[in-house]
């Protein structure tokens, strides 16, 4: 497996497929690089697609203390493995990861951000001010289930007895397994769902082309914090991918990435 050593020594593991211009995918919450490996098979059709597994999961280690700061320097790290510059793909929080390292000036030259969960209205209620302690508390007492269920419901939405089914899938150890980086995310988040508008100087200085993406078939809250973010961006648009949800059809979503990132 190839590995880069990211600035504090962490070391990050990716997977690289195809041939063309590399575009980097920052995958989402609760995910290793398996997550995003259907994605970057459709992307090496026609790009080269760079697949890694952010810090503290799947085959990357990791190295207390957690800061937003580190995992840049960790995308940072795959870049220069890249050739040092490339597209990048958010995916969720990911996509809220991407925003932050290309306002930091990485060599990002095009930006494509799916699904981020930002809460900018009343069209869902807003996450509340202390979720950032209620994980780390429940981390703290290795109650790593309570932490998934907790993020699942308070924060993403989703309703408790949906959740309840969730915890006897058998996806949902893989779950618990990543749980400590749910605080991770949860930091990443901090200012963007609380139903008010985005904090406009985050990403004022992002200059790369942004396609921001939603799926036609998500809750409102999704579309709204879309266009927010689409309007913020001072290259940026959006668009949105009818009948689709949070869990995009990756061929369709693919279409649309390559369209952007070769035109």
């Known amino acids: 497996m190839p590995t880069v050593a990211s600035r504090d020594g962490t070391t990050i593991a990716f997977e690289a497929s195809g041939d063309?211009?590399?575009?980097?995918?920052?995958?989402?919450?609760?995910?290793?690089?398996?997550?995003?490996?259907?994605?970057?098979?459709?992307?090496?059709?026609?790009?080269?697609?760079?697949?890694?597994?952010?810090?503290?999961?799947?085959?990357?280690t990791d190295t207390p203390p957690y800061a937003i700061d580190r995992e840049v320097e960790d995308l940072?790290?795959?870049?220069?493995?890249?050739?040092?510059?490339?597209?990048?793909?958010?995916?969720?929080?990911?996509?809220?990861?991407?925003?932050?390292?290309?306002?930091?000036?990485l060599a990002i030259t095009k930006l494509a951000l799916y699904e981020p969960p930002l809460v900018v209205d009343d069209s869902r209620p807003p996450v509340p001010e202390d979720y950032l302690h209620q994980l780390t508390t429940l981390l703290a007492a290795d109650r790593r289930g309570d932490a998934v269920t907790y993020y699942m419901t308070v924060m993403m939405g989703v309703p408790a007895d949906q959740v309840a089914g969730m915890r006897q899938a058998p996806?949902?150890?893989?779950?618990?397994?990543?749980?400590?980086?749910?605080?991770?995310?949860?930091?990443?988040?901090?200012?963007?769902?609380?139903?008010?508008?985005?904090?406009?100087?985050?990403?004022?200085t992002i200059?790369?082309?942004?396609?921001?993406?939603?799926?036609?078939?998500?809750?409102?809250?999704?579309?709204?914090?879309?266009?927010?973010?689409?309007?913020?961006?001072p290259t940026g648009q959006r668009r949105t991918l009818q009948g689709q949800t949070h869990a995009v059809d990756v061929e369709i979503l693919a279409d649309t990435l390559t369209e952007f990132f070769t035109t």
């Open 207 to 233: 200059t790369a082309p942004t396609l921001v993406i939603d799926g036609g078939a998500s809750p409102p809250f999704m579309h709204t914090g879309a266009q927010a973010l689409a309007d913020l961006l």
């Open 20 to 60: 063309g211009t590399p575009v980097i995918f920052v995958g989402p919450t609760l995910a290793d690089r398996s997550a995003g490996a259907p994605l970057a098979e459709q992307l090496a059709k026609h790009l080269t697609a760079f697949n890694y597994d952010r810090r503290g999961r799947g085959d990357s």
């Open 171 to 204: 996806f949902w150890r893989g779950w618990e397994n990543l749980a400590h980086t749910l605080a991770y995310d949860a930091t990443i988040l901090e200012g963007t769902m609380t139903g008010k508008p985005l904090p406009a100087d985050r990403w004022a």
């Open 76 to 105: 940072a790290a795959i870049i220069d493995e890249a050739g040092g510059s490339a597209f990048v793909i958010g995916g969720s929080s990911g996509a809220v990861l991407a925003l932050d390292a290309a306002a930091h000036g």
